[in-house]
């Protein structure tokens, strides 16, 4: 009966030293995994073994947490939830740069454009155009096989599905809603229409989240932004202006569709799961 080869003792030193090529280490290691007899040839100091492990599992149970995570757990986030809204896709992370560059340049146009009292008011409207349907460019982004390199691992985990996307989504809407906040105030001409796209810019994310019960996000979401930046053209063509949009009437009309709109999503749920069949044909 042929007996079982054995690693030569030089080759278990050298190993041991670090002093092989990583093929030969691989090799070695191949063996070892199968060779009691030579895994208990290797030399290694216990001591030093039993801290490595330490280490090891230290950054296994205990790894330090993102920035956002941090800033999310002292806001009262759930650890896991923390840990799991900062790793938003980076696309999603890219949208972020992009809506502050957005307003930037929509503050900054309004200024240069409203030095005459007439344009003060008539300078927000690029502002108002663009601010409601920010939060939908971040949601098409936030969640998907087509935009999430790890989203088949995630399917996997229990946070997969409905609850994901509706976390996603919340992930986004509030950092669009801080920042646009934050630039409505610098803008010329009256306060009120400086907040006056806040409850279309709900009304328009709870739509795409409704919408999404039926195509994929990408799809409700750019379906949405195409039809509001119509509308505004068509009725600026007619009228001359867009402010019939952002009237009182129309703001209690956003003001009832956005509650209604987030029951309907949330009663349909469960068909909220970006992973199915009939979304990834889109």
């Given at each position: 009966?042929?007996?079982?080869?054995?690693?030569?003792?030089?080759?278990?030193?050298?190993?041991?030293?670090?002093?092989?090529?990583?093929?030969?280490?691989?090799?070695?290691?191949?063996?070892?995994?199968?060779?009691?007899?030579?895994?208990?040839?290797?030399?290694?100091?216990?001591?030093?073994?039993?801290?490595?492990?330490e280490?090891?599992?230290?950054?296994?149970?205990?790894p330090?947490?993102?920035?956002?995570?941090?800033?999310?757990?002292?806001?009262?986030?759930?650890?896991?939830l923390?840990?799991?809204?900062?790793?938003?896709?980076?696309?999603?992370?890219?949208?972020?740069?992009a809506?502050?560059?957005?307003?930037?340049?929509?503050?900054?146009?309004?200024?240069?454009?409203?030095?005459?009292?007439?344009?003060?008011?008539?300078?927000?409207?690029?502002?108002?155009?663009?601010?409601?349907?920010?939060?939908?460019?971040?949601?098409?982004?936030?969640?998907?096989?087509?935009?999430?390199?790890?989203?088949?691992?995630?399917?996997?985990t229990p946070?997969?599905?409905?609850?994901?996307?509706l976390?996603?989504?919340?992930?986004?809407?509030?950092?669009?809603?801080?920042?646009?906040?934050?630039?409505a105030?610098?803008?010329?001409?009256?306060?009120?229409?400086?907040?006056?796209?806040?409850?279309?810019?709900?009304?328009?994310?709870?739509?795409?989240?409704?919408?999404?019960?039926?195509?994929?996000?990408?799809?409700a979401?750019?379906?949405?932004?195409?039809?509001?930046?119509?509308?505004?053209?068509?009725?600026?063509?007619?009228?001359g202006?867009?402010?019939v949009?952002?009237?009182?009437?129309?703001?209690?009309?956003?003001?009832?569709?956005?509650?209604?709109?987030?029951?309907?999503?949330?009663?349909?749920?469960?068909?909220?799961?970006?992973?199915?069949?009939?979304?990834?044909?889109?």
């Open positions: 009966m042929k007996s079982q080869w054995h690693l030569p003792g030089e080759l278990i030193q050298r190993y041991a030293t670090g002093r092989l090529e990583p093929v030969q280490v691989m090799s070695v290691e191949t063996h070892l995994s199968r060779c009691a007899a030579c895994r208990e040839a290797v030399p290694y100091d216990e001591e030093w073994l039993a801290t490595s492990w280490r090891i599992e230290d950054l296994v149970d205990r330090s947490p993102r920035p956002a995570a941090r800033l999310l757990h002292r806001a009262g986030v759930p650890d896991h923390a840990t799991f809204l900062a790793a938003t896709p980076t696309p999603a992370r890219g949208w972020l740069a809506v502050g560059a957005v307003l930037t340049f929509a503050v900054t146009a309004a200024h240069l454009a409203g030095q005459d009292p007439f344009w003060a008011v008539h300078a927000v409207v690029p502002f108002l155009t663009i601010a409601p349907v920010l939060p939908l460019a971040g949601i098409a982004l936030a969640y998907g096989p087509h935009v999430d390199p790890v989203h088949e691992l995630q399917a996997a946070m997969a599905g409905p609850r994901l996307l976390l996603r989504a919340l992930a986004v809407l509030v950092p669009a809603v801080v920042l646009t906040s934050i630039a105030p610098f803008l010329p001409g009256p306060g009120r229409l400086a907040a006056a796209w806040l409850l279309p810019a709900l009304a328009l994310t709870a739509g795409t989240l409704a919408l999404s019960t039926r195509v994929s996000p990408r799809l979401a750019g379906g949405l932004v195409t039809a509001w930046l119509a509308a505004l053209a068509l009725e600026g063509g007619l009228a202006h867009v402010f949009f952002f009237s009182p009437a129309a703001q209690a009309l956003y003001g009832t569709a956005a509650p209604i709109l987030a029951v309907f999503a949330y009663r349909r749920r469960a068909h909220l799961d970006p992973g199915e069949s009939r979304w990834n044909r889109l």
